[in-house]
């Protein structure tokens, strides 16, 4: 059986223009920064924590925060240039890590010059049948325009244009050819998936190994990436019983999520994690911060490919806010190098580092299902199987020790137990991985 390299993946997820510390704003007459490069000096860091891949938020020109794309040819001018570009490929293929883009293909910024011409130039505009326009009878101008969520700022894309396809495809083989490994596609879920079915084969023609997750928030996960021909999408579903079921000592939701995580393994391996550039940090999610382990241990040990949001790794705090800059908190520059980093962060650092080595170790924990062996609201015990392949995790959120029933275990792998007679006993607040 082939396998393909996004099958042993683990990603570091980080968000360029918040990292770098950029301005909100593209300046006018902008001059390039090369602030890219700011990043080379925390590949090392991200090899340590253990990951195999970057995926990378958005780097195209933009207004903005990057999902408002101007070009998706050029490096944001305050990121850097081409150049840029490569020198960050160069070093993170150096050190075996793989590069994920953030393609926004939904729609695009208010300012994207075909947008513009098409306005001037009325219906019969070559660069009109890229939008979704309503012309006024009249013919007067503008028209309206179909927005992604009603942000004006955000043009959606007319899918059922040939021409959108065909510039989809250009841009995702261009970068491929720039030496990028896989493409996240934003806001998946609003284009539908017979689009996606006619790029992607395009695509994987000259790139076989793509790795291609689309953002995928509600609905039928499974069938979304079948009918699309994406590897994954992103497991909002686990994302939200992992942080909900831990701080509201309701293991009984994280059970039911994993059960529902199971079925979609029967058909991908979906994308998992506790944090990402959208969401408020795991570290600020909790009613208890020593529960956090607990949210990683899950992440860590269940099926599909994990990603972890930068920060998140020092155990950051941050609260997303619905209002203008309200995504800022989650999105903030890192230091010049990890030396200057605070001290309190790197304890959760090297609980990282304990979870990927023991997934690392596991690779087939990538395809692995999940049985429950005892469950409580406040504690857990289940195992995670893969033909002969067999861990056992358990988790107590109570205040006192309990006694778990595990089977046949020979060792603690990970976290701390007492081992018995095919059970384990968890300190309170206490967890273990055995093997």
Do not use: C
Request: overall charge negative; cysteine-free; proline content about 6%.
């Amino acid at each position: 059986m082939t396998t393909t390299w996004h099958e042993h993946a683990i990603f570091w997820h980080v968000y360029p223009l918040g990292f770098v510390g950029a301005e909100p704003v593209l300046p006018e007459g902008a001059v390039v920064e090369h602030r890219l490069r700011h990043l080379i000096g925390w590949l090392d860091y991200a090899v340590e924590l253990g990951v195999s891949g970057l995926l990378l938020g958005p780097i195209f020109t933009s207004h903005s925060h990057g999902y408002d794309t101007i070009d998706y040819f050029t490096i944001d001018p305050r990121l850097g240039d081409r150049a840029d570009f490569d020198a960050l490929v160069a070093a993170a293929h150096e050190r075996g890590l793989k590069i994920v883009l953030d393609g926004v293909f939904n729609h695009v910024g208010s300012r994207y010059p075909a947008f513009l011409t098409a306005l001037d130039g009325g219906p019969a505009d070559h660069d009109a049948d890229l939008f979704r326009l309503t012309w006024p009878d009249d013919g007067a101008r503008p028209p309206e325009y179909a927005t992604f969520e009603g942000h004006q700022g955000l043009v959606a894309l007319n899918h059922a244009a040939p021409a959108v396809a065909e510039l989809v495809t250009e841009v995702m083989r261009y970068w491929l050819r720039a030496g990028a490994d896989g493409w996240r596609l934003d806001a998946a879920y609003a284009v539908p998936p017979a689009f996606w079915a006619s790029v992607l084969p395009v695509v994987r023609a000259e790139f076989p190994d793509v790795y291609v997750v689309g953002e995928v928030i509600h609905g039928d996960y499974a069938e979304i990436v079948t009918t699309s021909g994406m590897d994954a999408v992103t497991q909002y579903e686990l994302w939200k019983a992992i942080w909900s079921a831990v701080s509201d000592r309701n293991l009984y939701e994280l059970a039911h999520a994993l059960g529902r995580h199971d079925g979609f393994l029967e058909t991908f391996a979906p994308m998992t994690f506790v944090g990402n550039h959208d969401v408020t940090r795991i570290a600020s999610r909790l009613s208890y911060r020593r529960h956090l382990e607990h949210a990683l241990v899950v992440l860590f040990t269940v099926g599909g490919t994990p990603s972890v949001y930068y920060g998140d790794e020092q155990g950051l705090e941050g609260i997303k806010e619905e209002r203008l800059g309200g995504d800022d908190a989650i999105r903030p520059p890192f230091p010049a190098s990890p030396d200057d980093l605070p001290l309190t962060g790197w304890p959760v650092y090297a609980v990282h580092q304990e979870l990927i080595g023991v997934r690392r170790r596991h690779p087939w924990l990538h395809r692995a299902r999940t049985t429950v062996l005892e469950l409580a609201n406040e504690w857990m015990a289940y195992e995670v199987t893969a033909g002969a392949e067999r861990l056992v995790v358990v988790l107590n959120l109570a205040g006192e020790p309990v006694d778990l029933p595990v089977g046949e275990v020979g060792e603690v792998m990970a976290g701390a137990a007492q081992l018995g007679e095919a059970t384990a006993r968890l300190t309170a607040n206490g967890w273990a991985i055995l093997h």
